[in-house]
């Protein structure tokens, strides 16, 4: 088993669709992160959860909805999304919310038509 | 405006020379600066870190110089192998908790055999 997993890795959707993205990390790590890596711009930090509770929300529209049922997934759901939300999302994770390593999955890469 | 800055978006060495890969901050607040890298179709992982406290830290191949007076960390490879083609990203950070993580927008090093 790697450390941080997510699925799926590559994704299609149209504007009106509905679909979700998974992560599961099983490092025994307390927080977990999404982030959203767009071209050319640098690693953009969406939200933070520290032991399931949501500690951060970093501006994010409505579109992108978080879910962590417990310490261990992640879930980020999409619903009218636009063109420019095309991007790389990447999950991570670390010990605690206070440590400044993280540990990341493999991303998913996200298209919108 | 962007904390943390590569300016250089590629780069290519030789193998077994030094790679010198290149970050510039601007906030005079960060005291912790990671290095992280990213092969195609994998998460970016921890490679080496430097506290502000030193100016310099060492793990094998890699080495991680700070300046703190001109805002500037570089990270250097030697001698550079292969393998160590991928996307290099710098971060920094002023306070604990990787929620206050700042990243560069990555350098691409490419080591020709």
């Known amino acids: 088993e790697t450390g941080v997993t997510q699925t799926p890795r590559h994704l299609v959707m149209g504007m009106t669709n509905k679909k979700s993205l998974k992560c599961e990390q099983h490092?025994?790590?307390?927080?977990m992160y999404w982030y959203k890596q767009s071209a050319k711009k640098p690693l953009e930090l969406m939200f933070v959860y520290n032991f399931k509770e949501q500690t951060e929300n970093n501006s994010v529209p409505s579109r992108f909805s978080p879910e962590c049922p417990n310490s261990s997934h992640l879930f980020l759901h999409l619903h009218t999304l636009q063109p420019e939300d095309s991007a790389l999302y990447l999950c991570?994770?670390?010990?605690?919310?206070?440590?400044?390593?993280?540990?990341f999955g493999e991303g998913s890469r996200l298209t919108v038509l | 405006d962007q904390q943390v800055k590569q300016n250089s978006p590629s780069l290519s060495v030789q193998e077994g020379r030094i790679s010198i890969l290149n970050c510039d901050y601007t906030?005079?607040?960060?005291?912790?600066f990671l290095w992280y890298k990213k092969y195609p179709a994998e998460g970016p992982t921890f490679l080496i870190s430097i506290s502000s406290i030193k100016d310099k830290n060492e793990d094998g191949r890699f080495t991680v110089f700070l300046n703190k007076s001109a805002k500037h960390l570089s990270l250097h490879i030697v001698p550079s192998q292969p393998g160590d083609s991928a996307v290099y990203f710098c971060?920094?950070?002023?306070?604990?908790?990787?929620?206050?993580?700042?990243f560069g927008t990555g350098t691409r090093l490419t080591v020709i055999p």
């Open positions: 971060a920094a950070s002023a306070q604990t908790g990787a929620n206050n993580l700042f």
């Open positions: 490092l025994g790590h307390n927080a």
């Open positions: 906030n005079s607040m960060f005291d912790y």
């Open positions: 991570a994770s670390s010990q605690g919310v206070t440590s400044r390593e993280l540990f």
